[in-house]
């Protein structure tokens, strides 16, 4: 009987010891692990009671601000007085679900802690007074964004604005969108519900498609195909007789013009009636490899330096290239080719600005709480894709294209627009994605824009980038012609 | 044998091997247990009062409802510690009936009350009632009640299966289908406990926990409850705002308390983070507000309470006392173990109540019956 209740005794003892041992290590070595966790709402807590700073348009109208609410364990309430209109670029601050965009690559600032804090901050915090944050000032420009979204309209799509000679994003809008103010309450409940109706929406209306999306460039990647030929030995002069269609070596898939046209000419005929065939039979004439050579140089294959998330565009693989079928199918941006609206509208912006590409500028400083410049960011140039000689011939080329060709729906009365359409065909029985991507004044470039209707937006297969794109980039060009003055 | 005060007989008052005095052990149960039912209404007042205020207006209710639990405790300790331990076994067998009557009764809907995802409770005008805490006290004297008869000696397979281990099957079926699968597992290490020290073979036990474990697992496969708090217990961080919330929440409230803790009544977490702050997760609550020391200081009485409980069971003066105070003791010992294992992660949330400590009021008025009846056998013991 003494033996049973020794080993009744002995496994208390272990039981006990292992708690006492487990105990320690909570409360004490894993102590500071537990006090870091995200999931810790002490260190939400303390986020929620700084009056995170505002985050403004480039003409300083309000993005998002924090409000005091009554309560007093989350002290601020985040909102976004613009809705829809800035959320691809603003993000979200919500309590369930963290930070994204703006909100998350500008946190430090916005919470006051980036930089090194000022004297009022110091002060603050020792002092228990509300922590006050910095404020984040974008390139985007609140009027111009918003004329982007009405021209856009009910399309599912982007547009991208660029400044060319500064990089400055002037506009940047995907559709559909959402209201980050709807995830960023203090109702996990509610917050969960829109959430999970976003995330079900089959618009994905969170995702966007101006930067974090690719889609087959189509003709538009001509202007890419023609920057290669130029730098490679084969001018503007380089004719081939019209034909209907061409068939590239080792295939029998021949390459057909739009509506089965038949098209041929010289380099400006060709690109201003976006001759199909052309592209393809110059293409097969380049060296192995130019092609993708001119796309990396215009930024294809790595993620623009952009200050919120966005994606690389895709080059024709050097597989692709060493059969010609496939040659003269990335010639007109169809099979791998794949480009982001962003991406788009830094190669009209290069082009624009004599071949340099300038790197994307979305925030363009940071104030204190008094207003004191704490951060600024200059312009600064990303990529050399062309020498200024063979810019200058695509913009020639480009402004045929809305003179005569395809993208006449983009002209603006007394202004030099260039402009090049694109129809890019995607999976078989979808209706073609509608590009267009130009700058104007073509010859003292103000402003560069690229715009992308998803699957011919309501025109269904009949879109044509020239029909449906085109007029929006020449509404987005001409509010900003009234509204910068040029 | 009767005797009007609390104190042991006289003729206890000799040393004893262990150099403790035989009327120590009393003593010092008595002692350990009011100061841990103390402690656990200090606590129950800190934890419960954000919620209590929040609910019910007052800050006060719960810490209330516990006041009146510890003095109808106070008055089943005191009555049982002066009476005879023996004359129980004249009630174990009807109180395992009207356990097994209660346990029905709370399944059935309109008598039964469920809560938090399970149907435990009996209402009676003002007074709800959780018969599986019953359960507990009413097989271990059972089991005794019945070894005892038996010759106190269950070596036997056929003995030991006769009928201990289907009144313990019963009992258990009926709460695994509320579900309380803490509750069940307490109740199977405290028959268990009486069984071995009744003399049962290893290796009989060993097959019968084989059996056990098997149905736990096929329950928590099966059942989409406890796989999921199964789960949160292997992965916390997979999903730290749902299944995993309370063990997090717990965790932080442990880590943030530190060696001296944040102090007492200044706890964070209470303020609606740790759900069950004054139940199941009051230890949580205990180590931010007292630190490691608390924590520490809880754990060395329940290890104290454990060693005087099997001091008890060895100065018994007879098999049916010594059995009782064997399953009492690891009853209260294993929930302890469940329950701080819980709140730091060590074992899978189950749901029991820290034993004097925890809010609860039918497991505390039964609690300190049970300390009673140890009392009473401390009363009656023998020396070392």
Not at chain 1, 232 to 252: D, E, H, I, K
Not at chain 1, 291 to 318: C, H, M, N, Y
Not at chain 1, 449 to 477: F, H, K
């Amino acid at each position: 009987m003494n033996r049973q209740i020794r080993i009744i005794g002995l496994i208390a003892l272990v039981m006990f010891g292992v708690a006492f041992v487990n105990l320690n290590w909570v409360q004490l070595v894993n102590a500071q692990h537990l006090a870091n966790n995200p999931a810790n709402v002490r260190v939400i807590l303390k986020e929620y009671a700084i009056a995170r700073g505002p985050i403004l348009s480039g003409d300083e109208k309000t993005v998002a601000l924090s409000v005091k609410t009554p309560t007093e364990t989350l002290k601020y309430l985040r909102t976004y007085p613009e809705g829809p209109t800035f959320a691809h670029v603003s993000g979200y601050y919500s309590y369930v679900y963290g930070r994204a965009q703006l909100e998350a690559t500008y946190n430090s600032w916005l919470t006051g802690q980036g930089g090194g804090l000022t004297m009022q901050q110091l002060s603050d915090q020792l002092l228990g007074g509300t922590q006050q944050g910095n404020t984040v000032v974008t390139t985007i420009n609140d009027q111009l964004q918003k004329a982007a979204a009405q021209a856009l309209g009910t399309h599912k799509g982007a547009v991208v604005a660029l400044d060319p000679t500064t990089g400055d994003v002037l506009a940047m809008v995907s559709s559909p969108s959402y209201d980050p103010t709807t995830i960023s309450g203090h109702d996990p409940n509610a917050d969960a519900a829109a959430w999970k109706a976003l995330q079900a929406d089959p618009g994905k209306p969170m995702l966007n498609r101006a930067a974090s999306q690719t889609y087959p460039p189509g003709s538009t990647f001509k202007v890419i195909t023609a920057a290669a030929a130029l730098q490679n030995g084969l001018g503007v002069n380089t004719s081939y007789p019209p034909t209907g269609q061409f068939l590239p070596a080792q295939t029998n898939m021949p390459i057909k013009n739009f509506g089965n046209e038949v098209c041929g000419g010289d380099m400006t005929q060709a690109l201003t009636q976006s001759c199909n065939v052309y592209f393809a039979r110059l293409a097969t004439q380049l060296p192995p490899g130019a092609l993708a050579k001119t796309a990396r140089d215009f930024g294809f294959g790595e993620a623009p330096p952009l200050d919120i998330s966005d994606v690389p565009s895709r080059l024709p693989t050097d597989a692709d290239l060493k059969s010609p079928a496939f040659v003269a199918q990335s010639a007109i941006g169809q099979y791998n080719v794949a480009a982001t609206p962003l991406q788009m509208a830094l190669v009209a912006a290069g082009i624009a600005n004599q071949g340099k590409i300038m790197t994307p500028r979305l925030v363009k400083e940071v104030r204190d709480p008094q207003g004191n410049v704490i951060k600024s960011k200059p312009p600064s140039l990303w990529k050399t894709a062309v020498p200024p000689e063979v810019a200058a011939t695509l913009t020639t080329l480009m402004e045929g294209v809305v003179d005569s060709g395809t993208g006449t729906a983009a002209q603006i009365p007394g202004v030099k627009v260039a402009g090049k359409t694109g129809t890019a065909q995607n999976a078989t029985g979808q209706a073609p994605h509608a590009w267009f991507i130009s700058f104007a004044p073509a010859d003292a470039p103000k402003i560069a824009v690229a715009v992308l209707v998803e699957n011919g937006g309501n025109l269904g297969s009949e879109a044509t980038g020239g029909r449906l794109s085109a007029p929006i980039a020449q509404q987005v060009m001409v509010a900003d012609r009234q509204v910068r003055g040029w | 044998m009767s005797s009007d005060t609390l104190a042991p007989p006289a003729t206890a008052e000799h040393p004893v091997s262990t150099g403790l005095r035989h009327g120590d052990t009393f003593r010092l149960m008595a002692a350990t247990s009011s100061a841990m039912i103390g402690m656990g209404l200090v606590m129950i007042l800190s934890a419960s009062s954000v919620e209590a205020f929040k609910t019910y207006g007052s800050s006060f209710l719960f810490f209330r409802k516990q006041l009146v639990g510890a003095a109808m405790g106070l008055v089943a300790l005191l009555g049982l510690s002066r009476f005879d331990y023996r004359r129980l076994r004249k009630l174990a067998r009807p109180l395992f009936w009207l356990t097994l009557a209660g346990l029905v009764a709370a399944l059935i809907p309109g008598i039964g009350v469920a809560g938090g995802g399970s149907s435990r409770w009996l209402t009676f005008g003002p007074v709800t009632v959780q018969p599986s805490e019953l359960a507990k006290l009413a097989l271990i004297l059972v089991s005794a009640h019945v070894i005892e008869r038996k010759g106190g000696f269950v070596g036997d397979i056929r003995e030991l299966c006769i009928p201990v281990i289907p009144m313990t099957a019963l009992a258990c079926l009926l709460m695994v289908a509320q579900p309380d699968l803490g509750t069940t597992i307490i109740t199977v290490g405290a028959v268990l406990t009486v069984l071995y020290l009744a003399g049962a073979r290893m290796r009989h036990l060993g097959a019968l926990v084989s059996l056990g474990s098997l149905a736990a697992a096929g329950l928590i496969l099966t059942q989409g409850y406890q796989r999921a708090r199964f789960t949160s217990y292997l992965h916390p961080w997979a999903d730290p705002l749902k299944g995993g919330y309370q063990i997090i929440q717990g965790q932080i409230a442990l880590g943030s308390g530190g060696w001296f803790g944040v102090g007492l009544g200044a706890s964070r977490q209470k303020w609606s983070y740790v759900p069950n702050a004054h139940t199941d997760f009051i230890f949580a609550i205990i180590g931010e507000e007292l630190g490691l020391i608390g924590t520490l200081l809880v754990l060395a009485a329940f290890g104290f309470f454990c060693y005087l409980g099997i001091r008890i069971a060895r100065e018994a003066p007879d098999r049916f006392g010594f059995l009782v105070a064997g399953g009492i003791t690891a009853w209260i010992g294993l929930q302890a173990v469940i329950n701080i294992g819980a709140v730091t992660g060590m074992l899978p949330i189950t749901g029991v109540p820290l034993p004097m400590v925890s809010f609860g009021g039918t497991s505390l008025v039964l609690t300190m019956a049970a300390i009673g009846i140890l009392l009473s056998i401390a009363r009656n013991g023998r020396r070392g």
